[in-house]
T-cell receptor, first 114, second 114 residues
């Protein structure tokens, strides 16, 4: 199946700083990419949907100014957590899909804000 | 998208078939049944999907009842590596929905024991 990578796989940052997470589709061009967040012992929660070259669509309750999403190309989307706080510590997972095909997930990025 | 109901957990003996039920009584005519699984601390993995006919692939079989209000995912010969949370998701199919958002529920924690 299609491969989606994320970088970094884990990151620790200090409160108040920003951190960028990359999501890449390695062997296909993704028409759409998604970002999810997962807290311990909870299910995945969709944060936003992004199409290449257009602004991301955020789910209700997700602060778009805090979670900046850039989908600059068909193989790369980035999520920047700005002014991170301890409550932003979570497992962030991206996924990518081609129109008419299934959604493939990255391995996730563990963010810890101290 | 239609809501799904799954048992929170189930155990299965290694080498035996694992039958995972899912209820989706409010499913619409154009909604597909998708199954994903998530092994601990990894991104979800696509398993199978179907509309109304039973489906089989190298990973599993999907049995959908005639009224489409419920389905069963069958792992024919469970292994220890099948221990994961299994998610049943109902949504408009990827062929018709260019965005293809997935809304994850709580899923079923499957533990395969030796």
């Amino acid at each position: 199946g299609a491969v989606v990578s994320q970088h970094p796989s884990w990151v620790i940052c200090k409160s108040g700083t920003s951190v960028k997470i990359e999501c890449r589709s390695l062997d296909f061009q993704a028409t759409t990419m998604f970002w999810y967040r997962q807290f311990p012992k909870q299910s995945l929660m969709l944060m936003a949907t992004s199409n290449e070259g257009s602004k991301a669509t955020y789910e209700q309750g997700v602060e778009k100014d805090k979670f900046l999403i850039n989908h600059a190309s068909l193989t790369l989307s980035t999520l920047t957590v700005t002014s991170a706080h301890p409550e932003d510590s979570s497992f962030y997972i991206c996924s990518a899909k081609i129109r008419g095909h299934e959604q493939y997930f990255g391995p996730g990025t563990r963010l810890t804000v101290t | 998208d239609a809501k799904t109901t799954q048992p929170p957990s189930m155990d299965c003996a290694e080498g035996r078939a694992a039958n995972l039920p899912c209820n989706h009584s409010t499913i619409s005519g154009n909604e597909y049944v998708y199954w994903y699984r998530q092994i601990h601390s990894q991104g979800p993995q696509y398993i199978i999907h179907g509309l109304k006919n039973n489906e089989t692939n190298e990973m599993a079989s999907l049995i959908i009842t005639e009224d489409r209000k419920s389905s069963t995912l069958i792992l024919p010969h469970a292994t220890l590596r099948d221990t994961a949370v299994y998610y049943c998701i109902v949504r408009v199919g990827s062929a018709t929905d260019s965005w293809g958002k997935l809304q994850f529920g709580a899923g079923t924690q499957v533990v395969v024991t030796p």
